[in-house]
Every structure is written in structure tokens, then in C-alpha cells.
């Protein structure tokens, strides 16, 4: 009998094809993808981000986990589809106007699908108007600015203004992250919550949309 202690080991130990045969073994017992989601895979990654956090688990290990989530995630996916409670959300990422980084963008893109949400790319040098472009056609739940340089995070805070402008601004959560970006700065413009790695970012919207 498959336990979802063990699928959450797998995503600890980053083991893809293990995670993948235990998912398929636990629908086949009639385990509920709920089950297997909250249960399993979330309580793994839940251990991933806190040994992340102490240091005891590196971006490389990071991504073998977020994988193997990945892979669970293709077979869950249109089950969760048909259990309307379980929609986690949409997010709009996008690293801002003037900014061509993406690493961390990419990664917190990654974590926020293996979590189980919808996630829409804008990709980077990302104008405001573009943002709010997306808010208008898409309806997500939270919208993800990165900046890694100091000098186009004022960018981050015309996006706001541009959302505010749209008014769009009450209608989603607004979270913001990068190298140079704080929790202080995020206070100053205004933003839902800010993150210091993919890992907190997968936290935090899970928080601002009350699913933690």
C-alpha cells in the first residue's frame, strides 16, 4: 500500500520516475488527487523550502524537487481540473520594464506550476501597460515583479500606479522579488507581500490567497 510519507520523500530526495510510479499507484488505491497533493506532494516541498532556508539544500536540489512535482503534477492535473475547490490560482509573472534578467523569474515560474498553480509568463523587460494588459485579459489572482538591478526597480512601482491607473489595482495581489528588492521597499510601493526566493514566493502566494 503506497503512503504519501513516501511520496514526500521523493520530492524531498528530488527522485522524479519514484514520485511518478508512487502517483500512479496512489490514484490506482483510489487516493484522492487532493490527497496526494496536499498530503504528499506539498508536505514534501514544504520540507525542501525549510532546509533551503537553513541552508541545507541547494538551488540544483531545489529544481530535482520542483521537477519530480512537476511530473506528478502531469497526472493530477486533469483531475484537480474537475474538483473546482482545488484551483489553486493564476499568476502573472513578468521580470520588469528595463530588466533582461530571468533566473530567478524562471524559477519561481517553476515552483508556482509544481505547486499547482496557473502560471502566465510575460516573459522580461516587461512594460506596465503589458501588466495590466494581462490583469484585464487573463483575471489572475496574483501578479509576480522581478527586478534583480537597483536601477529598474522603480519600474516595479509604475506597474502599480499603471494597475491603479487601470483599475485593476483591487482586483489581484501584487507580490515583488529580486536581489536588490526588500520587504522594506516592498512596504514603501505599496505591494501585497514580497519574497526573497522561489521558495518563499510559493509560500506567500499560498498566504495572500489563504491556502496556507
Known sequence: M??????????????????????????AEGISAA?????????????????????????????YSAKAMSASMEALKPLLLGEAALRRGTIVLGTVKGDVHDLGKNLVGIMLTAAGFEVIDLGV??????????????????????????MTMPAMKTTLEELDRAGLRSQVKTIVGGATVTQRYADEIGADGYAKDALSAVAKVRELLKLS
Open 35 to 63: 490527497e496526494i497533493l496536499d498530503d504528499g506532494l506539498l508536505v514534501g516541498m514544504d520540507v525542501v523550502g525549510q532546509r533551503f532556508g537553513e541552508g541545507d539544500m541547494f538551488i540544483p536540489e531545489v529544481l
Open 125 to 150: 523587460d516587461v512594460p506596465p501597460q503589458r501588466f495590466s494588459e494581462a490583469v484585464a485579459e487573463n483575471r489572475p489572482d496574483v501578479v509576480g515583479l522581478s527586478a534583480l538591478l537597483t
Open 2 to 27: 503506497i503512503t504519501l510519507e513516501e511520496l514526500a520523500r521523493g520530492i524531498i530526495e528530488g527522485d522524479r520516475n519514484r514520485v511518478e510510479e508512487l502517483t500512479r499507484a496512489a490514484l
